[in-house]
């Protein structure tokens, strides 16, 4: 196996590619230390080192760091990675050692969502979210099941209120606005209908 390409990219960081295996980004630190050059051989065990010790661990880092500034599901934490270009295994060796300790939990991260969104969106709205941040349908209906104890119209009621919205001296158009507003929060033309 030989280096094809050492090219600089940000940071003080350098993309290595080889010629048939897959390309890593080291810092420029770890290409003087390993005395890495284009065009020069490498082992199958320089490249497992470079491989696993030095980008495998640093993907663990990243996404420990990652999930210590915010909750994430599993499919953004695996985009976060890819992003930072570590290469797929690596991205999902990190998952598994994250989720091995439940840093991440999808079940948990529905849960929490909906508990916390309840009284803002509508089940429907919420269901939407979840499905876009990777979540999985049964985990979806579970913690809307289990969670979600706002009934839609009470809830548009709410929302109507905070809006200073009164159905009885409203215009048509300021009705058809707010009929529009609650679409979008994800209720349907029968609730809100029912309440107006």
Do not use: W
Request: net charge negative; aromatic share 8%.
């Amino acid at each position: 196996m030989m280096i094809t390409e050492i090219l600089p990219i940000n940071n003080g960081k350098v993309q290595v590619s080889f010629d048939d295996r897959e390309t890593l980004v080291l810092y420029k630190g770890e290409v003087s230390k390993f005395a890495l050059e284009e065009q020069m051989p490498v082992s199958e065990q320089l490249y497992d080192q470079l491989f696993y010790e030095i980008v495998g661990k640093r993907a663990i880092k990243r996404a420990m760091h990652l999930l210590e500034k915010m909750d994430r599901t599993e499919q953004q934490l695996r985009k976060k990675l890819l992003e930072g270009k570590y290469p797929d295994e690596l991205v999902e060796q990190a998952i598994t050692y994250v989720k091995s300790y439940h840093y991440i939990d999808d079940e948990r991260y529905a849960r929490t969502f909906v508990r916390l969104n309840q009284e803002r969106k509508s089940a429907a709205r919420m269901e939407m979210d979840l499905r876009a941040k990777g979540i999985s349908s049964d985990v979806i209906a579970c913690a809307l099941e289990e969670e979600n104890d706002t009934e839609p119209e009470t809830l548009i009621r709410k929302l109507m209120e905070k809006k200073n919205f009164d159905p009885d001296t409203a215009t048509g158009e300021e009705a058809a606005k707010m009929y529009r507003f609650l679409l979008r929060k994800g209720f349907s033309g029968s609730e809100i209908m029912h309440v107006l």
